[in-house]
């Protein structure tokens, strides 16, 4: 009984069915932590987490000379910047936009800088829906190619103060 | 306060305490009056915080249901810290204290330590927990349940969460000094039971838990004060997760210990094999204490290589031992009942379970809902690279509303009805109503955590106050909303069902003393059958081993499907 003190002999190996779980549950572990270093070495997408210490003040810095320097259009006062394929582009969270707008072509490999300015912010692309963290301070780099054309939404999906909720940006894929 | 940690264990327990025990009318257990008291106190506590956050939960539900988007923005945000805390911390943290004070004492025939400490961590505790609710709805500590820096709270919120961390160190405390006590003055012979073996890994992890909560809070509410710089973001991500996660494996040995508590009040189940029990709780101590990588999955500055081998518990460990527990404790059920002659076919048992029990039909739903939806979606988006499509999503929320909600909460909630009658020694009234409120509860979660879980798949971020601006989320996603919306409604009945039924019988139950407790009705034997006739067939439990196999197929299936998933999206590094 659960409840009360066990036979002093409680001490015996599992049998029978129980013994048979416990080596199909072993095994289905075993193949669970096989699947994420496999993944990580086949697979295509993966978080490695690269990230470079950087203050928000210089990120924002760098931010506005690559939104000057890649700029190809405008909307709603927000520059739209189209980084060189194979090239770093930078893309800044803060209280309550996404800046600036990417345009990017479909099968190329980009390396995105994400930082914020003030809060953490959630980068959540939609409809992909592929999320990733951002903190002030860190220089978060996503080696990104993507697939398929179209426009995308980035959402906030870190809570960032009342205004969170209406934090958006974009990413047009051509 | 914590001079209460330090006090060394003196010779005896506490002098001169007036009649110490009481036998219980009902199992002839004795009933440490001292420790009854203070289990009394803390469930009382736990209720009243279970109240106001379900207050919270049905107007959250209410406006992530678009449709009926009831509350302003900043009451939105506010509620969700208040829900937070009051359901993860004060409901959860009061009630264990409970179970911990309980599985010292009655089954061991011992003592509670020392009155005083009891004392001294339920006023932290509860000092604690009113401070945090009152900067709440003040309004100065709109930073949810997490408060991640750069946001900052009032100060008082991160010392009233300090003081219910310590407060519950110091139960902690007197629950390990008990133990001592009891084995030195020998108040009972040979190993502990199965229950307090589960609360004791609960008690061991939790001091692990605490531990980081304080190494967290402390610089955190320093920094509020205008002390000390900020720390940095991430540091505080990754010691608050050793809080948060691991706190969630101290529920699980606690929910674990009450299905077991509950198999054997209900149907006299027991453990068919303790050493595997007891081997799966050990298992818990040892490979959780990186589980905070779980939330960090998708972060900047940790590696792929750390991820990966956090997240995986040293290759999943720990999910072994809820896959162990999850045999065992429907097998032990089974068993007794097929050793009391209900043993036609695979799941003939099944009809004789005493369904009309609301401890059972709990811990039943408690099992189903924390095994085959929150186990199975935690362990698939706490797999790195699936994390990718699930951080900070609705899924998120969908998965613990399955486990803490559904499981944890669930199991708490059907070990009161045995609480009531035996500690407050009242019989509970409308027990109609209470042999339906676990069903509520239990299918109103279900489908709350369905609901935002399909939601999640589809993108819809959690705490987030409408959906609607972006503009990136359609009918479908509005739909699965709905689902949460009415699952909640349901859910939240029951909630506020159970704690009528509690405080209803505290003041109207009718009293027991001297008599046997009402029965809600357990597992009846046959003629001719015989305890322990099964003992040595270790192949009897075929329902179980039918129940398992589904479920390790709705594992792979699941598990898979996400893998499937995560290759569509854009190749990233
Ligand atoms: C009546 C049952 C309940 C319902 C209908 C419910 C509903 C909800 C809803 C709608 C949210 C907000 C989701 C979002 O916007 O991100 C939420 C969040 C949450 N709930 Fe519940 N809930 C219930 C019970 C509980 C219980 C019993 C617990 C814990 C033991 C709990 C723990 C939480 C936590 C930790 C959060 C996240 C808070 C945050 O994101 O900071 N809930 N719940
Ligand atoms: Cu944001
Ligand atoms: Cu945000």
Redesign the pocket.
């Known amino acids: 009984m659960s409840l009360s003190i066990p036979a002093r002999d409680w001490f015996k190996p599992p049998a029978g069915a129980e013994k048979l779980w416990i080596g199909l549950a072993l095994l289905w572990c075993f193949v669970m932590s096989l699947m994420m270093p496999y993944w990580h070495f086949r697979g295509k997408q993966n978080s490695r987490g690269e990230a470079y210490a950087v203050a928000p003040v210089t990120f924002l810095e760098r931010t506005e000379r690559f939104a000057a320097a890649n700029k190809v259009g405008e909307r709603n006062g927000v520059p739209i910047a189209e980084p060189a394929p194979g090239g770093d582009a930078y893309l800044l969270g803060r209280m309550w936009s996404w800046y600036p707008i990417l345009k990017l072509r479909q099968g190329e490999t980009y390396r995105i800088h994400l930082s914020a300015l003030d809060l953490q912010h959630g980068f959540s692309l939609q409809p992909l829906n592929m999320n990733f963290q951002v903190l002030p301070g860190y220089d978060h780099v996503l080696t990104l190619t993507p697939t398929s054309k179209g426009e995308y939404t980035i959402v906030c999906n870190e ?1 960032c103060g009342i205004g969170h909720d209406k934090m958006f940006g974009k990413i047009i894929v051509e | 306060m914590s001079s209460t940690l330090t006090v060394p264990i003196p010779a005896s327990p506490e002098p001169a305490a007036p009649a110490a025990s009481r036998k219980c009318d009902t199992t002839g257990l004795n009933v440490c009056l001292g420790a009854e008291r203070f289990i009394q106190f803390n469930a009382v506590a736990a209720v009243v915080f ?1 109240l106001v ?2 207050i ?3 107007l ?2 209410l ?3 678009q449709a009926v988007h009831l509350l302003p923005v900043d009451w ?1 945000y506010r509620v ?2 208040l ?6 911390l004060f ?2 943290l009061f009630f264990e204290v409970a179970v911990l004070y309980f599985t010292c004492t009655v089954p061991l025939n011992a003592r509670l330590f020392s009155r005083k400490i009891a004392w001294a961590s339920f006023a932290q505790m509860l000092i604690g927990a009113l401070m945090v609710n009152g900067i709440i709805l003040k309004g100065q500590a709109d930073v ?3 408060s991640y820096l750069p946001l900052v709270a009032h100060p008082a919120f991160y010392l009233g969460i300090i003081l219910v961390a310590t407060g519950t160190l110091t139960a902690v405390y007197n629950f390990f000094a008990t133990l001592y006590v009891a084995r030195r003055d020998r108040t009972f012979e040979g190993s502990m039971p199965l229950v307090t073996f589960g609360a004791t890994a609960a008690a061991i992890i939790a001091v692990v838990t605490l531990l980081h909560g304080a190494i967290v809070m402390i610089p955190t509410f320093s920094y509020a004060m205008g002390w000390t710089a900020q720390p940095d973001p991430m540091w505080y991500r990754m010691i608050w997760w050793g809080l948060g996660h691991q706190s969630q494996q101290v ?1 699980v040995c606690a929910m674990v210990s009450v299905w077991y508590l509950i198999g054997q009040l209900t149907t006299g189940a027991k453990p068919v094999n303790e050493t595997v029990c007891r081997t799966a709780f050990l298992l818990y101590i040892l490979f959780i204490n990186l589980a905070s990588a779980h939330h960090l999955l998708v972060d900047p500055a940790v590696g792929s290589a750390w991820k990966i081998w956090n997240t995986s518990y040293a290759m999943y460990l720990a999910v072994l031992a809820s896959m162990i527990h999850g045999f065992t404790v429907p097998a032990s059920v089974e068993l007794a009942m097929r050793e009391k002659g209900h043993a036609k076919g695979l799941f003939g048992w099944v009809t004789h379970l005493p369904w009309k029990n609301p401890a059972f039909s709990g811990a039943l739903l408690s099992l189903l809902i924390f095994g085959f939806i929150g186990g199975i979606t935690g362990v698939t988006l706490g797999t790195q690279q699936i994390n990718i499509i699930a951080h900070n999503t ?1 899924r ?2 969908g998965h ?2 399955a486990t ?2 559904g499981g ?2 669930l199991a708490f909630m059907a070990l009161t009805y045995y609480v009531i009658p035996l500690i407050f020694r009242r019989d509970f009234i409308w027990r109609s109503a209470a042999r339906a409120q676990p069903w509520m ?1 239990g299918i ?2 279900l489908f ?1 955590s369905l609901g ?1 879980s399909f939601a999640g798949s589809l993108g819809v ?5 409408d959906i609607d601006h972006s503009g990136a989320f359609g009918a479908a996603a509005h739909l699965m909303l709905g689902v ?2 009415i ?3 349901l ?2 009945t ?2 506020f069902l159970f704690v009528i039924l509690c405080v209803g019988t505290l003041l109207f139950g009718e009293r027991n003393h001297g008599r046997a407790m009402a029965d809600w009705g357990v597992a009846q034997a046959l003629p001719g059958s015989r305890e322990g006739s099964l003992a040595e067939d270790h192949w009897a439990v075929k329902g179980t081993i039918a129940l398992t196999a589904v479920f390790l197929a709705c594992f792979a299936v699941y598990y898979f499907a996400n893998w499937k998933a995560l290759a569509d999206v854009w190749p990233v590094r």
């Open positions: 809570f | 279970l956050g379900g919270a939960a049905i959250l539900a406006t992530r249901w939105f969700l810290t829900h937070g805390v009051n359901m993860l409901w959860i949810l349940l997490t529920n609705l998120i929320t613990f509303h803490v909600v944890t909460s509860f109103g979660i709350v935002m971020p959690r705490r987030i106050y949460m919306g699952g909640a409604l859910a939240v029951g909630l």
